[in-house]
């Protein structure tokens, strides 16, 4: 089976296509994670949720300005990082950063 070659706008579509379907399917296996374990969620996770959802749908993604992620990312650095967080919370990990000792075993 040959590839298709594409233009460079083409595959810059395909690109913010695969993200935007990447980032649909990352928020609702949060949402889904968080309502499968009853996860207290803040009203402000939420909310979160809800909006960034709403607006990759619309728009492809999440987010203006360009220097607060790629190119064909639909979600921004950061809600990226909090997105992370929910489904940790939901997992019932411990929110932040995990040292570990030499010998594997967290501190």
């Not at 083409?10 to 990352?26: F, V, W």
């Not at 296996?29 to 009853?38: G, I, L, M, V």
């Not at 969620?41 to 990759?56: H, I, M, T």
Request: charge should be positive; aromatic fraction near 6%; avoid cysteine.
């Amino acid at each position: 089976m040959k590839a298709k070659l594409r233009t460079r706008s083409e595959q810059r579509e395909a690109d913010r296509a695969r993200a935007r379907r990447a980032a649909l399917k990352a928020l609702k296996k949060a949402r889904t994670a968080a309502e499968a374990t009853d996860a207290k969620l803040s009203d402000w996770e939420g909310e979160f949720l809800g909006s960034v959802e709403g607006r990759v749908e619309r728009y492809g993604r999440a987010f203006r300005d360009p220097e607060k992620g790629g190119p064909t990312a639909a979600l921004s650095m950061l809600q990226a990082q909090k997105l992370k967080e929910i489904v940790g919370k939901a997992k019932g990990k411990k929110p932040g950063f995990q040292r570990k000792s030499r010998f594997g075993q967290t501190i």
